[in-house]
């Protein structure tokens, strides 16, 4: 196997000492917090990605809070269970390391481990070694402890077998029998296959450290981590707080005391919050035009950028009338994707594939997207016609929130019913959606937007016939070329090659008009207050340096 690629050059050489920095500390204050490969000890972003937000002037002030906008309520702050409030979780336990989403993959920090081992040619094993004196937080059941390679081991099985646990594709990768622990800081790993992703899998935010004592309390509303965060109040609906862990092993952070979560459900009243200076982060959903009224506005930065997020629709392929591929193919003729671009997000979207464009090489290019989605209505009610389905009643269900979710799903029934198909909205709260409807894959049609995903094997992952969960993917779509072509590019471990292999598997799902249907990709847009220090812009995933946040009205 050819292993030319970036994740054998990076851990196959020794991390030098300049490089053993984080957050512009200096070796003086006292332990090496984590090792950056590819970042200069300045306290600045990543490489060639922009630092803080504000103005990014000052020395870091200790003290304060800020408080942040949230449309969608934190249903349970258990690591390994929640998809709705991973952004809050991933600040309150460790990991063994982070990988900066979607940009050169030399930009990663070593957090909870001390270096990491890929002795297999094919990196099947990863050895771990773990830093020294990093403590949970100081209540019981675990008072303060050590962490040790048991709490990782125990992590990595929890995460794997949780019945709860929406994405199952790399624990089914994972040899969990060949966990091991051979002393209290080293934890050895090794999968059944080679997998390209793993690397970033393990860096992602749902590969959290618990102690093995989790489950000894209600984790729902209960934190035992070791991250530089832990639980402060936690009012479902209305409000959640983290504050500092004062035995964070990164000397003298977090910054801040406090930040505070507030939910509103109502996007207006959302914005308004931002906007009257009760919120520091926005929390609604920005637009252009909104963009250009903060923009206007003293104080406030807004920043945008290419989302790894995107719209899609679901159908059903094993429930008429979608197992007919006519009916389909007049989806996607019907759904006019530069319409939903122009009014919905002013023109400041775009065309997205499987993989989104924000992903470079590995999308589709956009011409080609443009001659595949040809809005077609006439030929749409035609197929549908020959397919016996028209007026055929489908009740499409999906999440109830404000903005442009409920915007876009609008606007893609009406041009749905435009050719023909006769769409009821079904709104629900957000948790009743995902695990009624969404996960269980109980629904004819239904509509959300992806998470940010920083790897292409996820975007395809649930287009193979086991989907996420490694059961059944929730269209019950199945291609044979498709799964092939997918699980190809997993071993795949030149990059040249693997690229040529996922543009064709999407070629395959675009000639299939396999769900879910892609919508479009919005930008991605960050309003703060110019109080606001050491943010970090990002495509996906949480703030891996969150800890280096601070304002100036502390």
Request: glycine letters at 8%; charged letters at 25%; proline letters at 7%.
């Amino acid at each position: 196997m050819q292993n030319d690629n970036y994740w054998t050059r990076v851990f196959r050489r020794r991390i030098s000492r300049r490089r053993a920095v984080i957050g512009g500390l200096a070796a003086a204050a006292g332990t090496a917090a984590a090792a950056a490969v590819g970042c200069e000890p300045d306290g600045g972003g990543p490489a060639g990605r922009p630092g803080p937000g504000g103005t990014g002037a000052g020395q870091p002030r200790r003290g304060g809070q800020i408080v942040l906008g949230r449309a969608t309520d934190p249903t349970t702050v258990d690591p390994h269970a929640t998809v709705t409030a991973l952004d809050i979780t991933s600040k309150m336990y460790g990991f063994l390391y982070h990988v900066w989403p979607n940009t050169n993959p030399s930009e990663m920090f070593l957090s909870h481990a001390e270096s990491v081992e890929l002795p297999d040619p094919e990196h099947l094993e990863f050895i771990f070694k773990l830093k020294r004196g990093i403590k949970f937080y100081n209540r019981p059941p675990v008072n303060g402890r050590e962490m040790t390679a048991e709490d990782v081991k125990f992590s990595f099985t929890r995460r794997s077998t949780r019945f709860d646990v929406i994405d199952k594709r790399f624990p089914g990768v994972i040899d969990l029998g060949s966990l091991a622990t051979p002393d209290p800081y080293t934890f050895r790993m090794k999968l059944k296959r080679p997998f390209w992703p793993a690397i970033n899998e393990v860096g992602n935010p749902t590969w959290t450290i618990a102690p093995v004592e989790i489950d000894q309390v209600e984790a729902a509303t209960t934190v035992l981590g070791t991250g530089p965060w832990t639980l402060g109040k936690f009012i479902r609906g209305e409000q959640l707080s983290i504050v500092r862990h004062p035995e964070f092993f990164v000397p003298d952070r977090p910054y801040l005391d406090s930040l505070v979560y507030q939910t509103i459900f109502d996007q207006s009243s959302l914005l308004s919050a931002f906007q009257t200076g009760r919120h520091d982060v926005v929390g609604a959903t920005l637009n252009p035009l909104v963009n250009e009224d903060l923009e206007r506005t003293a104080g406030v930065i807004v920043h945008k950028q290419p989302s790894l997020a995107w719209y899609v629709l679901w159908v059903k392929v094993n429930k008429p009338p979608f197992n007919d591929p006519r009916v389909r193919e007049a989806i996607d003729l019907a759904l006019n994707r530069q319409e939903l671009i122009d009014r919905l997000v002013f023109g400041e979207g775009e065309l997205t594939g499987p993989v989104v464009p924000a992903h470079g090489r590995w999308a589709l290019p956009k011409e080609e997207l443009q001659q595949f989605y040809r809005h077609d209505p006439d030929r749409a009610r035609a197929l549908l016609e020959q397919a016996g389905a028209i007026g055929t009643k489908v009740r499409l269900k999906t999440a109830s929130i404000a903005g442009l979710w409920e915007d876009t799903v609008t606007v893609v029934i009406n041009q749905l019913n435009k050719v023909g198909f006769d769409i009821e909205l079904q709104l629900m709260d957000l948790g009743t959606w995902l695990t009624t409807v969404l996960v269980p894959g109980l629904f004819d049609m239904t509509f959300h937007i992806h998470l940010p995903y920083d790897e292409p094997d996820r975007a395809l992952s649930f287009y193979h016939s086991k989907g996420v969960t490694g059961d059944l993917n929730w269209a019950g779509y199945s291609n044979p070329e498709f799964d092939a072509l997918y699980e190809k590019q997993t071993k795949m471990f030149n990059e040249d090659a693997r690229e040529k292999v996922i543009l064709a598997a999407q070629r395959v799902l675009l000639r299939d008009h396999a769900p879910p249907f892609n919508l479009f990709a919005p930008l991605a847009y960050t309003g703060l207050r110019d109080t606001v220090q050491g943010w970090r812009w990002g495509t996906a995933g949480p703030d891996i340096r969150n800890w280096d946040i601070w304002t100036t009205n502390a």
